[in-house]
C-alpha cells in the first residue's frame, strides 16, 4: 500500500486530538502546555505533509518553520506565567486561576 | 443676480449679519477664558462695524434711488441683493422652487437695518456698564449678539424660508435672554413662556407660507407681492373642495397675523411679553421693545401686496390692534412696577402699530415703528438707569421711588423726553407717527376704498384716542412717581443693597457715561425723528413715506380720493387734545393732588381696580382653558408611560435581558477547562462546515431561462443535472453555475402565477405548485379579485337577470394548497381533503379502470365557504377526468399533476403540468390575448396572462434542477430545487396582451 | 513513496502516537516531558519520510535541545509540588470536550485515511524544465534561500517575536525582592488618595 496524503493528515489529526484531549482534561499547568506543544506539533506535521504533496514551493514548510519558532517563543512565555502564578498560588494546578472570572 | 451696483455693497450684506454671528461664536466659545474688556471689544466692535457697514449700504442705496428717481427707473434700482448660495429647492406641483439664502436691502429693510444695528449698537455699549456685575458677562453677549444676527436675517432675508429662520432665531435668543437669570424659577418660567406662545404663532406662520407659495410659486417677497393678484381665488381644501367664503388670500392673511400676534404680542397671544421683563433691562429695551416684537409689524408691511388682497384680513388686524391698544393701556394704568407699566406701554403701542397698517396706514405704522424703537427704548434704558442707581434686582416699585430728578439729572431729561414723544406731545416723534396712524384710520372712514368696511376707520380711530389718553396718562403718572416728589426708597432697597455691598452708596446716583450716552443719543432721536415724518396735508414734505413707497403697495383708492385738510386737521387735533389731556391729567393727580384722586377712585370701583392689577385675569383663563387639560393630558400619559410601558414592557424585557445574561455568565467560570470545552463546539463545527460540501444552490429566472448557481467554497467541485431527469449535463468542474434552458418536455408540475394590478400597490405573486400548503385571502390577492369588472361580467353572462353578489368578503381561496394542487397517489387513492366515503369511492372507479370521474365535492378549510374543486389524474394507462361542480370537464394526461385555482367570480385555472393550462371563466370577465373569451373553455399556452378584474394569472411551470458538490476530500453533497419558470409569452400575441404592460 | 519510507513511516507514526498519549497521560510532569522528547524525535522522523531534511534537524534541536530541556527545567524548579492528581472540578465537562474532541478527529481521521490527492507529484520525478532547485526539494539551499528570500520580512519579524517573549518571560517571571513590593505598595496608595480627592 503506497502512502498518501490521506495517512499523513489522518495521522496529523489523531496527534492533534490527543493533544487537544490532553489539554482539555488535564489540569496540570505544565501538561497543558506540552498538549499546546502537541497540537503545533500536529499542526505542522500537516503542512509539511500537503507542500510535500505541491513541491512547487516550500510554502509549508516555511510555514512550519516560523511555527517552531513561535511555538518556542509560546513556551518560554507560558512557562514564565507557570512560574509566577506557582510562586503566587504554590501550585500549577490551572483551576487555581480563576480570578478574571467577571 | 445683478451684481451691477459693484460686488464690495452686496459681500457688505453679508457680512452685516455675518459680524454679530461671527462675534457670538467667539464669545460663546471662548468667551468664559477672556476679560471682561475683550469680550466687551468684540461684542460692540461686531454691532458696530456691522452698523457702519449698515450705514454705507444706506449711502449707496440713497445715492442709487436718487438716480433711479433721475432715471425713472424705480422698480429695478432701489435695493441691493447678495445670493449667498443656494440652500434647497422645493416641488410644489410641477415647479421646482428655489429656496436661496439670499440678502435683500430695500428700502424698507434698510430702515429696519439701521434701526436694529443703531439701537443695537446703543444697547450694546449700555449693557455693557449695566451688566458689569454680572458673572455670565460674556454668555449675555453671546446672545445678544446672535439676537442681532437672527434678526438682521430676518429683515434682509429676500425670501420667506430665511426670513424663517431669523424669525425662529429671534425667538430662541428672546426666550434665552429672558431666562438668562434662570436660577430665578419664575424667570426660567417666563422664558418658557415666551417661546411656548411663540411656538402657536410660528405655526401661523408656516401655514400661511405655505398657503402663499402653494398658490404664488414663490418664496421670495417681491414675487408673492408681485403675483398677490392670485390669491384671490376660494380656498382649497383639497382637489375637490373648497370653501367659497373664505379667499386663499384672506386665510394666508390670516394665519401669517397669527404668527404676528405671537411676535409682536397682540390679543390674545400677548400674554408673554409682560412676563417677559424678567430678562435684563437692555434686553427688554432691544429685543422687547425696540426690535423682534415689531418683526410682526414689518411682515405685514414686507407683504403689503398680499394684505392688500384681503380687506376684510386687514380690517380684522386693524380692530384686533386696536383693541389690544386699548386693553393694554388700561391694564398699564393701575400698574405700579415700573418695567410691567412699560411692557404693557408696549403691547399697547404695537396695537396701534398694527392697528396702523390694518387700515392701509403702512408708512404711518412702520413709521411707528421706527419712532417708537427710539422712545421706548430710551425708556426702558432710564428704568434701567433707575433700577441700577437704587440696586433694584428685576424691577422697581414706584412706591419706593419718587424724587429721582435730583439723584439722576441727566437719565430725569432723557426720560421726560421720551415720555412726551410717547404721549404725543407736539412735534416730538410720537406726535407725528401717532398722528399718521389717526389719519390713517380716519381717512380710511371716510370710504376711499370701496371694499373696505368704513366703520372700521371710526371704530379703530375713537378706540386709539382713548388708547392715545390712557398712554398720555399712565406714563406721566410714570414720570412723576418717579421722578418728582421726593424719594420713599424703602425696604425693598435696602434688601436689594445688601447684595451689593461693594457698591454701598446709601443714597441713589446717577449712572456711568456708557449708560447715560445711549440715554442722551436715543432721547434726541424720540425727539427728533418725528421730523421725517411731517404731514403731507398740510403741504409739508413727508420724507419716510416718499422714502418707502417703493416698497410698500399703493392701496387701491378710488379715483381722486386724498386725504383733505379736514381730516388731517381732525387726527392732528384728537391727537394733540388726548395727548395734552392725559399729561395735564396726571399733573393734576399725582402732582398737584398727591394722588388721593386716583386712590379714591380705586376705592370706589375696587372690582374693576382688582380685575385691572389682575391683568383682566387673562392667564388666569388660559389656564383654565388650556394649561389644566393639557397638565391633565400630560400627568395621564405619563402615568401610562409609567405603568404601561415602564412597568409592563421596559420591565419585562430588560428581566428577559438580565435572565438570559444571567444564563450565560454560568460558563464564565474562570476555568481555562470550561473555556477550552466551549472552543471545542465551535472547533467542531468549523470542522464541519469545512469537511462537509454545501451546495446552496439558488436561481435566478428569466423566462425559461434559469441561472443555476450553488455556493463556492474551498475546493468544489459541481455538476449540474439541469432537469433532473438522473443524468448530469456538466462533468465535474469547478465551474459553479450553469444556464439551464428549459423545453415543455422539461416541466414537472403546473403553476399559476398571480400577480396584482393594482396601481400603487406592490406587486405580489403567489405561485402555486408542488404540495406547499398556503392559504390565500384578500389582503394576498387584492380586493380587484372580488370587486373587479369581473362583477359586470358576471352579471351580463348571466342576462343581467342574477343580483351581484358584491358581498363576498374575499377570494374564496380560503383552501391550502394541498386542496389545489392534488398530486394522484399511485394506488389510485384521492389526496386531497375530501369526504373519506367520497375518496373511496373514486379510489374504487379509478381501480376498476373507468376514464371519467365524478366530481370531488371538497371540504374547504372553512365550512361555509366550501370550494368547488376537484382533480384527478389517471396512471398506468387511466387519463385524468376531472368534473367540476359546475357540470364542466377538464381532462388530463396521463401522470399529470395538476394545480388548480378558483376565485371568488368563479373562475377556474387548471394548470397541467405540461405547463399549459385550463382556464374556464364561468361567467366572469376574462381577457386574454387582449380579448375577452367567450368560450366556456380556453387553452392557455405556457407563459400566456389571462386578466381577471386587475389581477393576472401567468401560467408557469415548474422544473427541477439538481447539483453535486464535492470537497477536496471527496464528500458530495446534492441539491435539488424546484423552480417555477415563466415562458415568455408567444411572440406573436405579444402586443395583444396588453394588461402585462403594466408590470 | 518508496518502500523503506513506508515503514518508517508506520514505525514513526506509532512511536508518535503512542510517545503522545504517553505525554497527555501520564501523572509526573518529568515523565510526560520524556514522551515529548520521544513524540518530537518520532516526527522528525516523519519529516525525513516527507523529504523535509532542513526542518527534521530543526525540529531536533530547538524542539528537543530546547524546548524539553526548557520544560525539564521548569519542572525541577518546581519540585515535587509539580504533580497534580486529574482532580473533580468540572470534570464533566472536561471529559465531555475532551470526548467531542475524539470525535470530531476520528471523523475527520476516519474520512482521510483514503484521501489520495488529484495533484500528487512526486519530487525525484522533476518535470522537464524544471529549475535546478527541483531536487533540492527540501534542503538547506532550498529552504534558506526562500527564508532569506521571499520570506526575509517574515523572517525577521520571527526575530522579533522572539526577542519580545524572551523579555516578556523575563518580566513575568522575575520575582520581587521585599522591598521593591514595599514601594509598590505605597506608590500604589499614594496614587489612590491622589485620585480621590
Known amino acids: 500500500m503506497d502512502l498518501s496524503l490521506g495517512h499523513f493528515i489522518g495521522l496529523a489529526s489523531v496527534l492533534f486530538g490527543i493533544g487537544a484531549i490532553g489539554f482539555l482534561v488535564r489540569r496540570n499547568v505544565l501538561i497543558q502546555l506540552m498538549s499546546i506543544e502537541l497540537m503545533l506539533n500536529a499542526v505542522n506535521l500537516t503542512l509539511v505533509a500537503i507542500n510535500r504533496w505541491m513541491p512547487g514551493n516550500h510554502a509549508g514548510q516555511v510555514f512550519a518553520f516560523f511555527n517552531i519558532a513561535i511555538a518556542a517563543a509560546e513556551?518560554?512565555?507560558?512557562?514564565?506565567?507557570?512560574?509566577?502564578?506557582?510562586?503566587?498560588?504554590?501550585s500549577v494546578q490551572s483551576d487555581s486561576v480563576d480570578l478574571l472570572k467577571h | 443676480m445683478d451684481f451691477a451696483f459693484g460686488w464690495d455693497f452686496g459681500r457688505a450684506l453679508m457680512w452685516i449679519v455675518l459680524l454679530p454671528l461671527l462675534g457670538a461664536l467667539v464669545n460663546g466659545i471662548s468667551g468664559r477664558y477672556a476679560s471682561r474688556g475683550l469680550v466687551r471689544a468684540i461684542a460692540i466692535g461686531s454691532v458696530g462695524l456691522s452698523f457702519a457697514l449698515a450705514l454705507a449700504c444706506f449711502a449707496k442705496l440713497v445715492s442709487l434711488s436718487g438716480h433711479a428717481a433721475a432715471d425713472g427707473e424705480v422698480e429695478a434700482t432701489t435695493k441691493l441683493v447678495n445670493v449667498v448660495y443656494d440652500w434647497f429647492s422645493v416641488r410644489v406641483g410641477d415647479a421646482v422652487i428655489p429656496v436661496r439664502v439670499a440678502l435683500l436691502m430695500d428700502h424698507l429693510s434698510a430702515v429696519m437695518t439701521l434701526v436694529i444695528t443703531g439701537i443695537g449698537l446703543l444697547i450694546h455699549l449700555y449693557a455693557s456698564s449695566y451688566m458689569e456685575e454680572d458673572p455670565s458677562y460674556a454668555r449675555f453677549f453671546t446672545y445678544l449678539n446672535l439676537f442681532t444676527a437672527s434678526m438682521l436675517i430676518l429683515v434682509l432675508a429676500s425670501n420667506m424660508p430665511l426670513m424663517f429662520v431669523g424669525w425662529e432665531g429671534v425667538g430662541l435668543c428672546s426666550y434665552l435672554l429672558i431666562g438668562f437669570w434662570w436660577e430665578n424659577p419664575t424667570y426660567a418660567a417666563a422664558g418658557k413662556k415666551a417661546f411656548i406662545v411663540n411656538r402657536i404663532g410660528d405655526f401661523g406662520v408656516l401655514l400661511g407660507m405655505f398657503l402663499l407659495v402653494a398658490t404664488t410659486a414663490s418664496f421670495e417677497f417681491a414675487e408673492i407681492n408681485a403675483n398677490a393678484s392670485s390669491l384671490a381665488i376660494p380656498l382649497k381644501l383639497d382637489q375637490t373642495h373648497t370653501i367659497a367664503f373664505l379667499t386663499t388670500g384672506t386665510a394666508a392673511c390670516l394665519f401669517l397675523f397669527l404668527g404676528c400676534a405671537g411676535k409682536s404680542a397682540q390679543l390674545p397671544l400677548y400674554v408673554w411679553l409682560p412676563d417677559a421683563m424678567a430678562g435684563p433691562t437692555p434686553v427688554s429695551a432691544l429685543i422687547h421693545a425696540a426690535t423682534m416684537v415689531t418683526a410682526g409689524?414689518?411682515?405685514v408691511v414686507r407683504l403689503s401686496g398680499v394684505f392688500l388682497m384681503s380687506p376684510g384680513a386687514m380690517a380684522f388686524i386693524a380692530l384686533v390692534g386696536a383693541t389690544t391698544a386699548l386693553f393694554a393701556a388700561s391694564i398699564a394704568l393701575v400698574q405700579n412696577q415700573m418695567k410691567k407699566i412699560l411692557a404693557y406701554s408696549t403691547v399697547s403701542q404695537l396695537g396701534f402699530m398694527f392697528a396702523g397698517v390694518g387700515v392701509g396706514a403702512f408708512a404711518g405704522g412702520f413709521f411707528h415703528v421706527f419712532t417708537h424703537a427710539f422712545f421706548k427704548a430710551c425708556l426702558f434704558l432710564g428704568a434701567g438707569s433707575v433700577m441700577h442707581a437704587v440696586h433694584a434686582h428685576g424691577d422697581a416699585d414706584?412706591?419706593?421711588?419718587?424724587?429721582?430728578?435730583?439723584?439722576?439729572?441727566?437719565?430725569?431729561?432723557?426720560?421726560?423726553?421720551?415720555?412726551?414723544?410717547?404721549?404725543?406731545?407736539?412735534?416730538?416723534?410720537?406726535?407725528?407717527?401717532?398722528?399718521?396712524?389717526?389719519?390713517?384710520?380716519?381717512?380710511?372712514?371716510?370710504?376711499?376704498?370701496?371694499?373696505?368696511?368704513?366703520?372700521?376707520g371710526w371704530v379703530?380711530?375713537?378706540?386709539?384716542?382713548?388708547?392715545?389718553?390712557?398712554?398720555?396718562?399712565?406714563?406721566?403718572?410714570?414720570?412723576?412717581?418717579?421722578?418728582?416728589?421726593?424719594?420713599?426708597?424703602?425696604?425693598?432697597?435696602?434688601?436689594?443693597?445688601?447684595?451689593?455691598?461693594?457698591?454701598?452708596?446709601?443714597?441713589p446716583h446717577e449712572s456711568p457715561w456708557a449708560m447715560t450716552l445711549p440715554l442722551v443719543v436715543l432721547a434726541a432721536g424720540a425727539g427728533f425723528v418725528g421730523f421725517l415724518g411731517l404731514p403731507h396735508w398740510l403741504g409739508l414734505p413727508n420724507v419716510w413715506e416718499h422714502w418707502l413707497e417703493p416698497s410698500i403697495a399703493r392701496l387701491p383708492l378710488a379715483e381722486g380720493a386724498h386725504v383733505s385738510a379736514a381730516i388731517g386737521a381732525t387726527a392732528m387735533g384728537v391727537g394733540t387734545l388726548v395727548g395734552l389731556g392725559g399729561i395735564g391729567l396726571a399733573y393734576v393727580w399725582y402732582v398737584k393732588e398727591d394722588g388721593s384722586t386716583p386712590a379714591r377712585i380705586a376705592a370706589s370701583l375696587p372690582r374693576l381696580?382688582?380685575?385691572?392689577?389682575?391683568?383682566?385675569?387673562?392667564?388666569?383663563?388660559?389656564?383654565?382653558?388650556?394649561?389644566?387639560?393639557?397638565?391633565?393630558?400630560?400627568?395621564?400619559?405619563?402615568?401610562?408611560?409609567?405603568?404601561?410601558?415602564?412597568?409592563?414592557?421596559?420591565?419585562?424585557t430588560s428581566s428577559l435581558a438580565l435572565a438570559a445574561g444571567w444564563l450565560v455568565t454560568r460558563v464564565q467560570t474562570g476555568a481555562v477547562s470550561m473555556y477550552g470545552a466551549v472552543m471545542v463546539v465551535g472547533l467542531a463545527g468549523i470542522v464541519w462546515w469545512f469537511v462537509v460540501p454545501h451546495p446552496g444552490l439558488q436561481h435566478v429566472v428569466r423566462g425559461t431561462q434559469v441561472k443555476l448557481q450553488a455556493a463556492s467554497g474551498l475546493g468544489y467541485e459541481y455538476r449540474f443535472d439541469t432537469n433532473a431527469d438522473g443524468e448530469f449535463e456538466t462533468p465535474w468542474s469547478a465551474e459553479?453555475?450553469?444556464?439551464?434552458?428549459?423545453q415543455p418536455s422539461d416541466f414537472r408540475g403546473g403553476a399559476i402565477v398571480l400577480t396584482t394590478l393594482r396601481p400603487g400597490q406592490r406587486d405580489r405573486e403567489i405561485v402555486l405548485h408542488g404540495g406547499e400548503p398556503h392559504a390565500f385571502d384578500a389582503a394576498d390577492l387584492g380586493p380587484d379579485w372580488v370587486r373587479g369588472p369581473a362583477a359586470d361580467g358576471a352579471a351580463a353572462a348571466a342576462g343581467g337577470t342574477a343580483p351581484v353578489d358584491d358581498t363576498v368578503p374575499a377570494i374564496r381561496w380560503t383552501v391550502p394548497v394541498r386542496d389545489l394542487f392534488l398530486p394522484f397517489a399511485p394506488r389510485g387513492g384521492l389526496a386531497h381533503s375530501a369526504t373519506l366515503e367520497e375518496a373511496e369511492s373514486l379510489a374504487e372507479r379509478i381501480a376498476s379502470g373507468e376514464s371519467t370521474v365524478e366530481i370531488a365535492r371538497a371540504r374547504a378549510t372553512n365550512d361555509e365557504e366550501r370550494t368547488r374543486l376537484g382533480a384527478m389524474a389517471g396512471e398506468d394507462g387511466v387519463d385524468g377526468h376531472v368534473k367540476l361542480a359546475d357540470g364542466t370537464d377538464v381532462h388530463f394526461e396521463r401522470g399529470a399533476r395538476v394545480a388548480v385555482a378558483e376565485t371568488a367570480r368563479g373562475v377556474h385555472v387548471v394548470a397541467l403540468d405540461s405547463g399549459e393550462a385550463i382556464l374556464r371563466p364561468n361567467g366572469a370577465r376574462v381577457r386574454v390575448r387582449g380579448a375577452e373569451v367567450t368560450e366556456p373553455e380556453t387553452r392557455l399556452r405556457p407563459g400566456e396572462v389571462a386578466q381577471v378584474g386587475n389581477a393576472l394569472v401567468r401560467v408557469a411551470a415548474v422544473v427541477s434542477a439538481t447539483v453535486e458538490v464535492r470537497n477536496a476530500f471527496g464528500y458530495t453533497v446534492d441539491d435539488t430545487v424546484d423552480v417555477v419558470v415563466q415562458p415568455e409569452r408567444p411572440a406573436t400575441e405579444a402586443r395583444a396582451d396588453a394588461p402585462g404592460g403594466a408590470r | 513513496m518508496s518502500g523503506s519510507g513506508e515503514l518508517v513511516f508506520w514505525f514513526a507514526a506509532a512511536l508518535a502516537v503512542l510517545s503522545a498519549i504517553a505525554t497527555v497521560a501520564m501523572r509526573s510532569p518529568i515523565r510526560a516531558a520524556v514522551g515529548l522528547l520521544f513524540h518530537i524525535i518520532s516526527l522528525a522522523g516523519m519529516y525525513l519520510v516527507l523529504h523535509a531534511h532542513l526542518l527534521a534537524a530543526i525540529q531536533l534541536i530547538v524542539y528537543a535541545g530546547a524546548v524539553v530541556v526548557l520544560f525539564v527545567f521548569v519542572i525541577m524548579l518546581i519540585g515535587p509540588s509539580a504533580e497534580t492528581g486529574l482532580g473533580t472540578r468540572g470534570l464533566l465537562v472536561r471529559t465531555a470536550s475532551g470526548g467531542l474532541m475524539a470525535l470530531v478527529m476520528g471523523a475527520i481521521s476516519f474520512a482521510l485515511i483514503d484521501y489520495a490527492p488529484r495533484m500528487l507529484a512526486g519530487v525525484e520525478n522533476c518535470p522537464p524544465g524544471a529549475g535546478a532547485e527541483c531536487g533540492q526539494y527540501g534542503g538547506v539551499k532550498a529552504l534558506g534561500g526562500v527564508l532569506y528570500g521571499a520570506a526575509a520580512l517574515p523572517f525577521e519579524l520571527v526575530s522579533v517575536?522572539?526577542?519580545?517573549?524572551?523579555?516578556?518571560?523575563?518580566?513575568?517571571?522575575?520575582?520581587?525582592?521585599?522591598?521593591?513590593?514595599?514601594a509598590l505598595k505605597a506608590r500604589k496608595l499614594a496614587r489612590a488618595s491622589a485620585g480621590g480627592q
Request: aromatic letters at 14%; hydrophobic letters at 55%; a neutral charge.
Open chain 3, 161 to 182: 517575536l522572539l526577542l519580545v517573549a524572551i523579555l516578556g518571560a523575563i518580566a513575568v517571571a522575575r520575582g520581587r525582592s521585599a522591598d521593591e513590593t514595599e
Open chain 2, 736 to 742: 459553479r453555475a450553469v444556464d439551464g434552458n428549459y
Open chain 2, 398 to 456: 414706584l412706591r419706593e421711588l419718587g424724587g429721582m430728578k435730583k439723584f439722576m439729572p441727566v437719565t430725569r431729561w432723557t426720560f421726560l423726553l421720551s415720555c412726551f414723544a410717547i404721549a404725543g406731545f407736539p412735534l416730538t416723534s410720537g406726535f407725528f407717527s401717532k398722528d399718521d396712524i389717526l389719519l390713517g384710520a380716519a381717512f380710511i372712514g371716510t370710504g376711499p376704498w370701496a371694499d373696505y368696511p368704513r366703520w372700521v
Open chain 2, 297 to 299: 409689524v414689518y411682515l
Open chain 2, 609 to 652: 381696580q382688582a380685575l385691572l392689577m389682575d391683568k383682566w385675569r387673562v392667564d388666569e383663563l388660559y389656564a383654565l382653558v388650556l394649561i389644566r387639560p393639557m397638565a391633565w393630558l400630560a400627568r395621564f400619559a405619563a402615568n401610562f408611560d409609567k405603568l404601561f410601558i415602564d412597568t409592563l414592557l421596559t420591565k419585562a
Open chain 1, 75 to 90: 513556551a518560554a512565555v507560558g512557562l514564565a506565567i507557570v512560574i509566577s502564578v506557582y510562586r503566587l498560588k504554590k
Open chain 2, 460 to 507: 379703530v380711530f375713537a378706540m386709539l384716542a382713548v388708547a392715545a389718553f390712557m398712554t398720555a396718562f399712565y406714563m406721566f403718572r410714570l414720570y412723576f412717581l418717579a421722578f418728582e416728589g421726593e424719594f420713599r426708597g424703602g425696604q425693598g432697597h435696602a434688601d436689594h443693597a445688601h447684595g451689593h455691598d461693594d457698591h454701598g452708596h446709601a443714597e
